[in-house]
């Protein structure tokens, strides 16, 4: 920006007391000269001044109005598919339309590919959507590589070999498939009490057939997304399918699934839809190549018998609490990187902890771990067990409610 030329200066009035009347008169009238000049030069930049503030301000006015044009139209959902010399290549929600685009220039170095972004009609992106605005990323669980592998699974082989035949053998031999002449099953679901390693299960299968993740709450498409759950159901295949081998993982599928109820509230309608949506998903799924779909739920007896017919999830699974061999192959996993006493005898321990799930071993080393770091030992011995397992008995007593008695399997 150009600095306007300083101000003119004051003119001064020196007068010597020596001078004569003619010559005080004469220095008094160049002295008002010389005001006279200077107050209409300070008058001209004034003009120019308040000229320039008024373009200023009509440029203000106009970036306001655009500003406010951009804020209300609308802005439409876009996916990063490459940053490229020329441009940014784009794919449309909805359409699958592939368009090269521009981006404002404050956004050239944020956008990267994958990324999800809002673009205007004319396709320019105008803004990089951050985890907060995207429902998509916080419904969804994306995990490119998950680390769970079989070795990490205890006590439920018969489960994870079906697992492994209804998915891992469609993705990763599917010549054999056409071969025989067989469909591979749909989808699979997994059905048995709370942590009893299915979520673990479904990361298992991706991590050895190299696929994507994708796990979906069923329960927090209902709760958190109110009215979007069948546009985030119709995402979560799209996602599926541009990322394939993917597995997509449907928690708590009872939330979206569960049997027709007679009251006719909006909020059940909204379920219905989303519910709706996933079948006509399933519906079509021949066509969506190397994407298998497993789901889990802990109310199996619940869920509508529609999402059971063949096609859809039509390999169920139960996956029951660990027998007494597998729950000693479950503390075994769990204290694989723990020093153990060897005073700790597993199986023993295993005896105490009938009808626990793999999550409760799970925490209960952790919980004993505990106990050792804080008497200050580094190695964990029975007693810290012991601790942990009194531990967990108490709180089980707090948590159950008189009376109650959860769903059996
Ligand atoms: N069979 C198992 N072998 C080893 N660890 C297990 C097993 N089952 C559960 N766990 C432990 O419990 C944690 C929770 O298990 P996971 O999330 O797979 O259970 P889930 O059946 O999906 O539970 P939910 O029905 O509550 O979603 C795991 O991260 C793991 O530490």
Redesign the pocket.
């Known amino acids: 920006m150009s600095r306007s030329p300083s101000l003119p200066e004051r003119p001064r009035l020196d007068l010597d007391p020596e001078m004569s009347d003619a010559e005080r008169l004469s220095a008094l009238r160049q002295h008002f000269e010389r005001l006279t000049e200077v107050n209409q030069e300070l008058d001209d930049r004034l003009t120019e001044a308040t000229d320039r503030r008024d373009d200023l301000q009509s440029e203000v006015d106009q970036l306001k109005r655009r500003n406010e044009t951009l804020k209300t139209s609308s802005l439409y959902i876009a996916t990063v598919e490459e940053v490229t010399d020329d441009g940014v290549v784009i794919k449309q929600h909805g359409n699958n339309q592939e368009v090269l685009t521009d981006t404002s220039p404050h956004l050239e170095t944020e956008v990267e590919a994958g990324d999800r972004v809002a673009i205007n009609d004319s396709f320019a992106i105008q803004a990089v959507l951050n985890d907060e605005t995207d429902a998509r990323a916080q419904a969804m669980e994306v995990d490119a590589s998950p680390d769970v592998t079989y070795d990490?699974?205890?006590?439920?082989d018969d489960q994870v070999r079906e697992v492994r035949e209804a998915v891992e053998d469609p993705l990763s031999n599917p010549e054999m498939f056409e071969k025989v002449g067989v469909e591979p099953p749909s989808g699979v679901l997994l059905h048995?009490p709370?942590?009893?390693?299915?979520?673990?299960?479904a990361k298992a299968v991706a991590n050895e057939t190299d696929a994507t993740f994708i796990k979906m709450a069923g329960s927090e498409l209902v709760r958190k997304f109110i009215g979007e759950g069948s546009r985030l159901v119709r995402d979560l295949f799209e996602l599926a399918a541009d990322r394939e081998p993917a597995v997509i993982f449907i928690?708590e599928i009872d939330a979206v699934a569960s049997k027709r109820t007679d009251s006719k509230t909006s909020g059940d309608a909204e379920v219905q839809r989303t519910m709706m949506q996933l079948l006509s998903e399933m519906d079509g799924f021949d066509e969506r190549g190397e994407i298998r779909i497993i789901a889990?739920t802990?109310r199996f007896d619940m869920l509508d018998e529609a999402i059971l017919r063949p096609g859809r999830f039509d390999r169920l699974i139960e996956?029951p609490n660990?027998g007494p061999e597998?729950r000693v192959k479950?503390l075994e996993?769990?204290t694989r990187d723990m020093n153990v006493a060897d005073d700790v005898d597993f199986a023993e321990l295993a005896e105490e902890l009938d009808g626990h799930?793999?999550?409760d071993?799970?925490s209960l080393t952790t919980e004993a771990g505990m106990y050792a770091i804080r008497d200050d030992r580094t190695q964990v011995r029975r007693e810290d067990f012991d601790d942990a397992i009194e531990k967990m008995r108490d709180t089980e007593a707090q948590t159950t409610i008189p009376g109650h008695t959860d769903y059996q399997y």
């Open positions: 990490d699974i205890g006590g439920i048995g709370p942590g009893t390693g299915k979520t673990m299960l928690d889990a802990n996956v660990p597998g479950i996993i769990h799930s793999g999550a071993i799970a």
